[in-house]
């Protein structure tokens, strides 16, 4: 089983759509973050946990929302999609900085 | 905030060395990384350098760090068809209220022709 797990693969949901896309780790890792990434731009953080009572705002955090139920789930949620938010979103963890992170496979997602 | 750049494309032939090239504007960056990003996957680490190193090899795969200029390379040996992918430079946040944040840059596009 891989360690970072998301869920689903691909999605296509339309405009106006409350969306939850879903993260989970056997790392055992306290601090969980999410990216999106689009082509030309890279990856932008989104949120990120530091543990389970500590929420941050990411560089692009307006319209999402994030949940950490337990050190190993970390949820990101779009409220009210929008065709502009159509973008691969990946799920990470990390322990210390001496290893970096590591991610999930993504979550493709296309509103339409 | 911190700022990663590198170049979007880079055409090699196989066998040649590759260069991949990434700056960076935060001196207090401790951490610099290159990940490994194949189609439909994620990211996969290839390697690190810590801010008081100048090179880092290991296998195919060498780092350059020049400080002073903030400056990273990842030169990979012997190119393969296998190498081709996007790579990112990321850089970890030094500040106190930043620490464990990596900052990326917008990816290179490696691609490997016979």
């Known amino acids: 089983d891989a360690d970072v797990t998301q869920t689903p693969r691909n999605r296509i949901t339309k405009t106006g759509k409350r969306i939850m896309l879903e993260c989970s780790q056997t790392?055992?890792?306290?601090?969980m973050y999410w990216y999106r990434q689009d082509p030309g731009l890279g990856l932008r953080l989104i949120y990120y946990s530091f543990d389970v009572k500590d929420i941050n705002k990411g560089e692009i955090s307006d319209g999402y929302s994030v949940s950490r139920q337990a050190q190993a789930k970390f949820s990101l949620s779009l409220e009210s999609a929008i065709p502009n938010q159509t973008a691969l979103y990946f799920c990470a963890t990390s322990q210390t900085l001496w290893y970096g992170y590591t991610f999930g496979s993504g979550t493709r997602l296309t509103v339409v | 905030g911190e700022d990663v750049e590198q170049s979007l494309f880079l055409s090699v032939r196989e066998g040649d060395s590759s260069v991949i090239n990434c700056t960076y504007t935060?001196?207090?960056?401790?951490?610099l990384y290159w990940y490994k990003q194949e189609p439909g996957a994620g990211l996969q680490l290839l390697t690190y350098i810590f801010s008081n190193m100048d090179m880092k090899q290991d296998q195919r795969l060498t780092v350059l760090l020049n400080k002073k200029d903030k400056h990273l390379s990842l030169r990979i040996a012997d190119t393969q068809t296998g190498d081709s992918a996007i790579y990112f430079c990321a850089a970890a946040l030094g500040t106190t209220d930043s620490w464990g944040k990596l900052q990326f840059g917008a990816g290179t596009q490696v691609v490997v022709t016979p």
């Open positions: 790392k055992g890792h306290d601090r």
């Open positions: 935060d001196s207090s960056s401790t951490y």
